[in-house]
């Protein structure tokens, strides 16, 4: 691909119709990716022409979104630059200017029709199994016709002319070469009765404007590029570069959304996702390195963990995918789970401080600041967490015994007399260590030796675990028993052998 490195510029333009999604921050990574493995900028604009979906607070989380995936943008609304401001409905002039320019060249002209005009003519062109497209009846009208309606403020919009007979061609860096023939497309309005641009002429007025040398959006949009292409050639402006992304699509193969699962950024963070992981995994949707002998791991599987720095060495656009990338939330949380690991204990400590404050209003922060329990659980389950959040799930039993079924202290066909002589037995090895050696590697070793006397090991052992956590899985008892301390585990199993007395009399 030949491009002047020194002019690159992308640009990721969302519609702050929603919060920011999970595929529109795909798009954004490959934007910035390309930008700065190329020396270039990338830039931040907002495309909030669409007055009727605009939605309070989507901007911030935009921002924050991209800051989150430390995707920072070097031109933006909140931070400015050049080419400010970076907010569409901020240069409504700019694009009244343009159109007006258009409609003196000709290459596109006032109409007039109201919505019922409209909606008669696509109905009737329904009828005749023609395409619904606007016949241009305004068109037709003479220049004193149009200066009487515009002097007496009859609505109007402005639409661009698409030329007849026209073969329209898209050189995309992804898809190849894409026709379209003009005959295909409408008349589309660019500049709307209410004043404001459609996102066609705002588009590529903006891109124009701020030297965008590439455009990377998502596939929906490709339609829309013979368009663009002929209003670059009406203003004879020299058109950007296009990669057009295939789509995030759900497992069914359904574009991706939110009745199928967590689409927006803000979910993702608050369940605890790293960005690290994120950005990984996502850098994968729609693209891979290829398997060149330097991208192996030793093992001779393909290298799958790949840090910002290295992306912005191995991406490229030629590598991304024609095809549509379905979102596997097992491996974004596969991706995690190896992220979390990498954490050192103190960094994931600190992550998971939120979630365990949330558990029933304990500890208080002073304790966990200081406290080695909280730590002591982190690093536990360092191993098990696919998100920070799950911390709470996990951990909440150290802090509240939950209320449980005696079934479930049950392994295979014990008796309950018998899980009573177990957990009894258990209660009585524990309560004989000494404090100054009650350590899990102690607790281990003695309840090891008391385990080999049955038939199996799970006879001890499997009561005493779910007496110490009321729960059907948990970390060993030995690890649990060390962070609880002697007390509250001698006091859990009291509770378990009572509640096996009690149901029964019940
Ligand atoms: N505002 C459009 C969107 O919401 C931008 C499309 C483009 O990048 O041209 O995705």
């Given at each position: 691909m030949a491009f002047d490195k020194n002019k690159i510029r992308t640009r990721f333009a969302p519609s702050p119709t929603?919060?920011?999604?999970?595929?529109?921050?795909?798009?954004?990574?490959?934007s910035y990716?390309?930008?700065?493995?190329?020396?270039?900028?990338?830039?931040?604009?907002?495309?909030?022409?669409?007055?009727?979906?605009?939605?309070?607070?989507?901007?911030?989380?935009?921002?924050?979104?991209?800051?989150?995936?430390?995707?920072?943008?070097?031109?933006?609304?909140?931070?400015?630059?050049?080419?400010?401001?970076?907010?569409?409905?901020?240069?409504?002039?700019?694009?009244?200017?343009?159109?007006?320019?258009?409609v003196a060249k000709e290459n596109a002209y006032h109409c007039f029709c109201d919505k019922e005009t409209l909606e008669k003519m696509r109905q009737e062109q329904i009828a005749k199994k023609q395409a619904p497209k606007y016949d241009r009846r305004c068109l037709a009208l003479s220049k004193e016709e149009v200066n009487a309606k515009l002097k007496t403020k009859t609505p109007r919009v402005i639409r661009m002319k698409i030329p007849a007979s026209r073969v329209i061609e898209v050189n995309d860096l992804v898809r190849g070469k894409v026709s379209y023939k003009s005959e295909e497309l409408d008349d589309q309005v660019i500049l709307k009765s209410d004043g404001y641009p459609t996102y066609h002429l705002a588009v590529?007025?903006?891109?124009?404007?701020?030297?965008?040398?590439?455009?990377?959006?998502?596939?929906?949009?490709?339609?829309?590029?013979?368009?663009?292409?002929?209003?670059?050639?009406?203003?004879?402006?020299?058109?950007?570069?296009?990669?057009?992304?295939?789509?995030?699509?759900?497992?069914?193969?359904?574009?991706?959304?939110?009745r199928k699962g967590d689409v927006a950024v803000g979910d993702y963070i608050k369940k605890g996702y790293l960005p690290a992981?994120?950005?990984?995994?996502?850098?994968?949707?729609?693209?891979?390195?290829?398997?060149?002998?330097?991208?192996?791991?030793?093992?001779?599987?393909?290298?799958?963990?790949?840090?910002?720095?290295?992306?912005?060495?191995?991406?490229?656009?030629?590598?991304?995918?024609?095809?549509?990338a379905i979102f596997n939330i097992e491996k974004l949380n596969w991706y995690n789970a190896y992220y979390i690991k990498q954490l050192s204990l103190d960094e994931l400590t600190k992550k998971c401080l939120p979630y365990l404050f949330a558990l029933s209003g304990y500890p208080d922060p002073a304790v966990a600041e200081s406290g080695s329990k909280i730590k002591k659980i982190v690093a536990l389950e360092q191993e098990r967490l696919q998100t920070i959040a799950e911390i709470g799930e996990h951990a909440a039993f150290f802090f509240n015994l939950p209320a449980y079924d005696k079934t479930l202290l049950k392994w295979k066909d014990m008796t309950d007399?018998?899980?009573?002589?177990?957990?009894?037995?258990?209660?009585?090895?524990?309560?004989?260590?000494?404090?100054?050696?009650f350590t899990k590697e102690k607790l281990s070793e003695k309840l090891f030796a008391k385990a080999g006397e049955y038939k199996n090991k799970g006879e001890l052992l499997w009561p005493l675990r779910v007496a110490l956590s009321g729960q059907k899985n948990s970390p060993p008892p030995f690890d649990i028993i060390e962070i609880l301390d002697k007390r509250e585990a001698l006091a859990r199993i009291e509770i378990a052998i009572s509640l096996l007395s009690l149901q029964k009399n019940a």
């Open positions: 929603g919060y920011l999604h999970i595929g529109s921050l795909r798009t954004a990574l490959y990716l390309f930008a700065k493995q190329n020396n270039g900028l990338f830039i931040l604009r907002l495309e909030d022409t669409d007055l009727e979906r605009y939605l309070e607070g989507a901007a911030e989380a935009i921002y924050s979104g991209l800051k989150w995936a430390g995707i920072n943008y070097d031109e933006g609304p909140d931070i400015g630059g050049p080419d400010a401001p970076y907010i569409q409905s901020q240069r409504l002039d700019i694009y009244k200017k343009y159109a007006n320019e258009l590529v007025v903006d891109d124009h404007l701020m030297k965008i040398s590439h455009v990377t959006r998502t596939e929906e949009w490709l339609p829309s590029t013979p368009k663009h292409i002929l209003l670059y050639e009406y203003f004879g402006w020299e058109a950007p570069q296009w990669a057009h992304l295939p789509l995030l699509l759900n497992p069914d193969k359904t574009k991706m959304s939110k992981a994120m950005i990984n995994y996502l850098a994968f949707l729609g693209w891979n390195p290829g398997t060149p002998a330097y991208a192996k791991a030793s093992a001779g599987k393909e290298k799958e963990i790949y840090s910002m720095e290295e992306l912005l060495n191995e991406f490229s656009l030629e590598r991304v995918h024609k095809a549509g007399e018998e899980i009573k002589k177990s957990l009894a037995a258990s209660k009585e090895i524990i309560a004989s260590i000494f404090d100054s050696e």
